[in-house]
């Protein structure tokens, strides 16, 4: 509930309070987790750590689990079981680990044979799973989506996923409050990804570092759920840990009917909608970095490089070195140019296209699907696009289209009518571009690589993609057709059949006293008893370093989509900036980490900011690790990363002073060692002496110098999230797992999740979970 001190608070502060189960004097917080979405790349090695620990998964009545990533997007008419479906050996593995895992751990699952299953932001807020004022994590950097509902959700890593089933809770500190206000109106033909690739532009991929977005103003306050999902979706490319947009009757009157939102017209609704109603800024709320924009100043946009921030108008052109004042931006651009075959000068809608794709977390729901549809309606895709392809981002997203007629408008027109995964947004799967391919992609990365080893990415909007298509250019959807923008009121919603009436007989005292006490067993088996030393001690470090004078390295680049279908943390050393190392599998010389003593790298010392910007995946601290990589030094960092390096006994050192990362960077040149004297708090030279002092939290710092594990340490403090829960059953009874999702009230014996009368296979009456 809101909280009582006077001090007025942004959005993000009134969630946040509201979680805290224990706040140290250091700013070092414990928070309660509401909702925990799991896939198959980020979970194989937590559910590992929880079985090494005889731990079990403490809330499966808040975990809702799917696969999206690996799995094929073709027909699934033959569909029998994963294992039999999935013919590439990693993906397979990963996806039956992911199958293996839920049953061990007694877990709610979409596979493939459920119509609920696809990508995992797509179907939490489908469901009614996401809620507002929750807190929401998936190990998966796009769960900022999900704070379109005023929900905190962010990305988080794999240990943080282990901590998450095991405990409920997070170890964090506040973020800083930033505000981006969108008023005006967008004029014809702009929709909600032109106004966030418009903000990323703005604001550029470390304009968020640190922060949680809050997106307001009245273009905002008119976009649909889904467009401003989409808008949060992407707050990560620019940085922040989160989006987030105050909930209002657009939300409220897209959670009626879902089956695991409250059900409309309950008390619990009523009670729920009540505190809903209370989540949004105080007037005189302070943010630390604000941004005004006009909605009318935004026209369609597109990215031309391999960032998202690599942005122009579609009426633009490819800009050049010397569009940018910025050393790094020069460098980058020129690097961008050629990886992406550009002029500068050249007209963006000069630019011809080879595939397009429309789908991903960002731009693959109903809304999105029907705005394509309206452009290639009675149209035929141009000669020269050699592949299209239609990815809904869930089977229940699939459905609805069908039953619009939205398959047969695409198939007409020459595009592929595929089955719901991430599919081409980063090619984990099947689905990828071959080398030098450009692809016009709804999705909401362009790095290097991402749709497929050398391919070119340029982000744009659904009727944008649409367009392409149509034209076999880069080209201006205004120019061909003109989508109203979604607007709150062109929201129909999908059927999200089943819902399922959950009882709701139980007063709210009997729930709370219902609750296994203490010393009664619990669904955490080690509760209160972890061990809290499991990581090596790191107090100094010394060794050669290695200088990279790049900005934005982002996670793909550290470890590419291909080594991600490990199911475990070690052997990753050899993949460590696999693009960068080796050509044709060859090594390229030129590449440091490629260079003599530069093998035997303990430090990476990095020149340019937001290192490790992107994906969540700690298989990049990992791979550092192992290549034997344990301290990275720059002038700023990713905030996913940086916090998955410190859950790795591994330390980031932040160092903004130019001159003495010009310092460092030199002795790295020279060969000479440098020492990071984390007890200190010092960098130095080989002689020891002093080069410059840094910053380090102390109970991060705390836990590194001890080699202390963050499971066991919060393990110790089951009776305050015990308090916690208890408070959270009576304050916000919905938020305890209803429908499909509820448990046993003791938590011992699961409940199945309601059948699914009509499954992708067919109709088939009263078919359990796929498992
Ligand atoms: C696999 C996962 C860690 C990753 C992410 O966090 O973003 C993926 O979804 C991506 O888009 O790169
Ligand atoms: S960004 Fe792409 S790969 Fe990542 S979750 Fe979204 S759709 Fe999947």
Redesign the pocket.
């Known amino acids: 509930m809101p909280s009582a001190e006077s001090k007025p608070k942004t959005l993000y502060d009134k969630v946040f309070s509201d979680h805290i189960v224990n706040e140290q004097e250091d700013g070092t917080c414990l928070i309660y987790i509401d909702r925990h979405l799991v ?1 198959e ?2 979970s194989p090695q937590a559910f590992e750590g929880l079985t090494n620990a005889s731990r079990k998964v403490r809330r499966p009545d808040c975990t809702l689990v799917t696969v999206d ?1 690996n799995i094929p997007t073709s027909s699934r008419k033959s569909f029998k079981n994963a294992a039999e479906f999935i013919k590439e050996n990693d993906s397979r593995l990963q996806c039956t680990t992911l199958e293996q895992n839920v049953k061990d751990f007694g877990l709610t699952y979409f596979g493939m044979g459920d119509k609920r299953q696809g990508i995992v932001h797509i179907i939490g807020p489908e469901q009614g799973f996401t809620l507002p004022g929750t807190t929401v994590v998936c ?4 769960t900022s989506t999900h704070g379109a509902f005023g929900a905190l959700a962010f ?1 988080i890593g794999t240990s943080e996923v282990e901590h998450v089933l095991a405990t409920q809770t997070l170890i964090t500190r506040r973020s800083k409050n930033m505000r981006v206000q969108v008023d005006g109106e967008l004029p014809a033909g702009v929709t909600s990804k032109d106004v966030v690739l418009h903000i990323i532009g703005v604001i550029g991929t470390a304009g968020g570092n640190g922060a949680v977005i809050e997106f307001c103003g009245s273009v905002i306050r008119g976009l649909s759920m889904e467009a401003r999902m989409s808008m949060c979706n992407m707050s990560i490319e620019g940085g922040a840990r989160a989006g987030m947009i105050a909930p209002d009757e657009i939300t409220f009157e897209y959670l009626k009917g879902r089956p695991l939102a409250p059900k409309y017209g309950s008390a619990e609704w009523n009670k729920a909608t009540a505190y809903w109603s209370g989540l949004k800024s105080d007037p005189e709320a302070k943010y630390d970095i604000e941004v005004f924009l006009d909605g009318k100043d935004i026209v369609p946009t597109i990215s031309w490089g391999t960032s998202p921030q690599d942005v122009v108008p579609i009426t633009g052109v490819v800009p050049g070195p010397d569009d940018f004042e910025d050393e790094n931006r020069k460098l980058s651009c020129k690097r961008a140019l050629e990886y992406m075959g550009l002029t500068a000068g050249t007209p963006m809608k000069d630019v011809v296209v080879d595939k397009v794709f429309i789908g991903s977390c960002t731009n693959a729901r109903i809304e999105d699907l029907r705005a394509a549809a309206k452009v290639v309606k009675g149209r035929k895709i141009a000669s020269n696009i050699k592949r299209a392809m239609i990815v809904p981002g869930s089977g229940l997203v699939k459905e609805q289209a069908e039953s619009e007629g939205l398959d047969k408008i695409f198939t007409d027109s020459g595009f592929e009518w595929r089955e719901a995964g ?1 599919s081409m ?2 090619g ?1 799967n099947p689905d990828i571009l071959s080398p030098k391919e450009r692809c016009a992609s709804t999705s ?2 362009n790095f290097e690589g991402r749709q497929g080893a050398q391919g070119r990415t340029h982000l744009m909007s659904p009727a944008m993609a649409a367009t392409a298509a149509l034209v076999g250019k880069l080209a201006d959807v205004r120019e061909h057709s003109v989508p109203s923008p979604v607007l709150a009121k062109a929201s129909p919603k999908i059927d999200v059949q089943p819902e399922v009436d959950s009882p709701e007989t139980e007063d709210e005292l009997d729930r709370v006293l219902d609750q296994p006490a203490d010393n009664e067993p619990h669904t955490n088996s080690s509760a209160g008893g972890g061990s809290s030393t499991g990581l090596p001690k790191f107090t100094t470090l010394k060794g050669i370093t290695a200088p990279l004078d790049r900005a934005n390295v982002d996670t ?1 680049a550290i470890i590419p ?1 291909q080594f ?1 279908k490990t199911i475990k943390r070690t052997g990753l050393g050899s993949a460590l900036f696999y693009e960068l190392r080796y050509t044709d599998d060859k090594e390229n010389p030129d590449f440091i980490l490629n260079q003599g003593i530069y093998r035997n790298a303990k430090i990476l010392v990095v020149t340019g900011p937001n290192f490790g910007c ?4 700690e298989h990049a601290p990992w791979a550092l690790l192992d290549f034997g990589i344990k301290c990275i030094i720059a002038p700023s960092f990713a905030d996913i990363f940086f916090n998955n390096t410190f859950k790795n006994g591994m330390l980031p050192v932040v160092v903004s002073d130019e001159a003495a990362l010009q310092k460092i960077a030199e002795e790295a040149r020279a060969g000479r060692e440098v020492e990071v004297d984390l007890v200190n708090q010092e960098v130095k030279d080989a002689q020891g002496n002093k080069i410059v002092s840094f910053d380090v939290d102390g109970f991060r710092k705390h836990c590194l110098v001890n080699g202390l594990d963050d499971i066991g340490l919060t393990l110790q403090m089951e009776s305050k999230i015990r308090t916690f829960e208890a408070k959270r059953t009576l304050d916000t009874p919905w938020l305890d797992g209803s429908g499909y999702l509820r448990r046993d009230r003791r938590g011992a014996t699961m409940v199945e999740a309601a059948p699914v009368p009509k499954t992708n296979r067919g109709d088939v009456k009263n078919e359990p979970l796929e498992w």
């Open positions: 896939h790349v980020t990533h190990g998966d950097s796009h990305g991430c947004c980063l984990m909401n990365r793909d989509k991600l992107g994906s969540s995946r």
